[in-house]
Structures are given as C-alpha cells and as structure tokens.
C-alpha cells in the first residue's frame, strides 16, 4: 500500500484529503506542522508528499528542500493558496515536481496522486547512457555528467533533460512537453514549460561555453550539439 505524508496545519482540509485518498486506497499520514512532518519524514518512507507551504516552525519551502536533499526521487505535491508565479517558482526551484492552488477540487487532487504514484511503481529496465557532445545522462542511476561534473537535478528537471536527449536535433514544442511531461490534462502552463527550461538551462548551460538547450522561436526548444539553427 502506498504511503502519503500528508502536510497541511488545517486539521479539516487534511482530514478531507486523507479521507479521500484513503478511498482510492492509500494510507495517509497528517502533520500539521513543519518539525512534525520532517521528523515523520525522517522516520518512515513515503511515496508521496503532499506539502502546504504556510506552516507553523517550518515553512514549507524549507521542508520541501529539505525532502528533495534526503529522497532525490519522492513526487512533491506542493497544495497551498499561494498562487503567485514568485511562490510557484520558489517551489518549482527548491524541488516541487507539481502544484495545485486552493481552492482545489479533491477530484484533481486525487488524479495527480494517481498519476505520481502509479509512475513511481513502474518497474525500470535497464537502459543505455543518452549523451549528447560532453553531457551524460544515465537513466539507471539517474545522474546526470556534464564535463565530468555530476549535475544535481530535480526529478523534473530530470525528467526534462531525459525526454530532450532522446528526442535530440528536433525541435519539441511547449504542448508536447506538457503533454509528456505534465499531464496537460490537469492544467499545467507554458509558463511553467518556461520555468522549467530556465532552471534546466542554469545546470547544464550556464557555466559552460558552448550551450546545449536551444530556442526556436514561435516553435519550442531541442538541444543541440552546435550552435547552428534548425
């Protein structure tokens, strides 16, 4: 049974959203307030982390860097009513794969934690290391190598750069990543896409001379091995 840490200091709204989940069959476990949820984070293994970002001792985007540097790979599911693109991107930034604004219907709640969970239990098979020029990435380990130097990527952000390298030399449009990426179903923006790409860009291009993740105006992005346009 797939276990969620449920972190939100409304006791009625958790309640709801365990008592929703719970039906759907998992196990839900609350912590309204941000020294509980860490040290309940620290002492079992979950699955899912669904994280309100105004909490009592610990804010939530603490919490969440704090999450992302013990378990890389746990799905973050930011819910909180703070909808502000500077919130969001402050989420996005410190480790958040998703994030819904309340007021929020359980319905979609309960259909991105499907989506999460069930991504999660697929069982990976061994796979070949993707590269392009001097960058690396092993989907095995999920490390990415640029020059030698192991970048440290978001699972997003991993997933992003996964999905381009094997889609390398053509360009991807902003629909298609959302689609494969986001789940354009539930929402997602191209300002997040955007977002996105900018972080992505900050690890594998910008200390670098020569840069990789290029931009076709009016038609998306692709990566790129030389400087020439497609």
Not at 20 to 48: I, R, S, W
Not at 73 to 79: D, E, N, W
Not at 81 to 108: C, N, Q, R, W
Not at 169 to 186: F, G, P, Q, V
């Amino acid at each position: 049974m797939k276990k969620i840490l449920l972190v939100e200091d409304d006791h009625r709204l958790s309640q709801s959203v365990a008592a929703a989940l719970e039906k759907d069959g998992y196990t839900c476990v609350p912590a309204y307030d941000g020294q509980m949820a860490l040290k309940a984070f620290q002492q079992d293994t979950y699955h899912l982390v669904l994280l309100d970002l105004n909490l009592p001792k610990m804010n939530g985007i603490d919490l969440c860097d704090r999450f992302r540097n013990m378990n890389p790979g746990i799905p973050i599911l930011v819910i909180t009513a703070f909808g502000d693109i500077d919130s969001k991107m402050e989420a996005f930034e410190t480790g958040a794969d998703d994030y819904l604004v309340k007021p929020f219907h359980l319905k979609e709640l309960q259909a991105k934690v499907k989506v999460f969970l069930k991504r999660a239990e697929q069982p990976a098979a061994a796979e070949a290391v993707l590269q392009l020029a001097d960058i690396r990435l092993d989907p095995n380990k999920k490390v990415a190598i640029r020059e030698g130097k192991e970048i440290h990527l978001t699972p997003k952000e991993y997933s992003l750069l996964e999905y381009m390298l094997r889609h390398k030399k053509r360009i991807i449009s902003k629909d298609e990543l959302a689609m494969n990426l986001w789940d354009a179903n539930y929402g997602v923006t191209h300002n997040t896409i955007e977002v996105y790409i900018n972080f992505l860009r900050n690890k594998i291009d910008k200390d670098f001379e020569k840069k990789l993740i290029l931009t076709k105006p009016g038609f998306g992005y692709y990566l790129n091995d030389q400087r020439d346009e497609l």
